[in-house]
């Protein structure tokens, strides 16, 4: 009897200490590498495009890297600022969508991103990986955690193309003719982002831990790849902007199907077809796994079986 109570008493006195162990440990950094994946009017599956998971190509993977710093706010809350840097690539040479492949368009793009984001552990943030006491019935040793999370950023971009073995920025070239009659005036290369995600976390000990997560940055912006809207005049590109700009604007194949390109109309008027869809704004993917240390502010005294 005496030894079940002062049992009671030591797993009491632990839970106590592991309450508010989180607020000596709550300054923490992080770094994480792993690969990207764009969602935009390039490439993608067979259908019309989405810029959803549906459109995902494998074959269009790129890498990335993270570094960010967090904040604990609770076991259950935490602040925390990211800096990314990656690339995102699109081509419509992989798809078996019969007028983007028609199209014809490719870009690569560096992607840089800063964001503020809340995260959620729904089972609280272990402090400590949970250790199996000896002779206790029910008690595993589990340490890993999930976590969910979303918060606002501001991402960098700046779509090229290759012609001719040089790659060119596509922005100054106003490729569905940005800036002319008719046409708003050239794109941004930053736009506001959303990030989203999920992940996994493993507690190593009191400082160091391990974590996997899968995110989606949603943009505001359609540009990423330089593809929103319709086809423009392409010698009216060529005067404003020079070969090359007009080269890029267009690089359709297999011409004679019609799918591409400005159609004239019988009454004089010209039928600007379809070269991006502004209906859904760009995004990005990321896979990322995680180094994370903490900083101990002092040491606590917490039992160790």
């Known amino acids: 009897m005496k030894k079940s109570l002062l049992f009671f008493l030591i797993l009491i006195s632990v839970s106590s200490v592991n309450a508010q162990a989180w607020r000596y440990v709550r300054n923490e950094v992080f770094f994480g590498v792993g690969a990207t994946n764009f969602l935009g009017d390039l490439g993608g599956s067979q259908g019309i495009g989405t810029h959803g998971i549906k459109d995902l190509k494998f074959s269009m ?72 006491i000896k002779g206790v019935k029910g008690n595993k040793a589990f340490s890993l955690m999930p976590f969910f999370y979303a918060g606002v950023g501001v991402t960098f971009f700046n779509p090229k193309a290759e012609y001719d073995g040089t790659w060119y920025a596509l922005q100054p070239l106003a490729t569905e003719g940005q800036g002319m009659a008719g046409r708003e005036d050239k794109y941004k290369r930053y736009t506001l982002a959303i990030p989203m995600g999920v992940g996994l976390k493993y507690v190593i000990d009191k400082q160091w831990s391990v974590s996997f997560e899968l995110s989606l940055r949603y943009t505001m912006s359609d540009y990423l790849d330089d593809v929103s809207t319709s086809y423009y005049l392409n010698d009216e590109i060529v005067a404003a902007n020079g070969d090359v700009a007009g080269a890029l604007a267009d690089r359709a194949v297999n011409t004679d199907l019609g799918l591409t390109g400005i ?43």
Do not use: C, W
Not at 266 to 279: E, S
């Open 61 to 132: 993977t790129r890498p990335t890297m993270m570094l960010g710093y967090k904040y604990a706010l609770s076991p259950y809350f935490s602040a925390k600022v990211t800096g990314i840097y990656g690339l995102i690539h699109g081509d419509d040479a992989v798809t078996k969508n019969i007028v983007r492949n028609t199209r014809n368009l490719s870009f690569r793009s560096v992607i840089g991103e800063f964001s503020a984001i809340l995260e959620y552990y729904p089972m609280q943030e272990r402090i400590k990986p949970r250790y199996k």
């Open 263 to 305: 159609h004239p109309l019988p009454d004089g008027r010209n039928n600007y077809l379809q070269r991006g869809d502004p209906t859904y704004n760009d995004a990005y993917m990321f896979g990322l796994f995680s180094v994370h240390y903490r900083f101990k502010q002092k040491e606590l005294f917490i039992p160790k079986f």
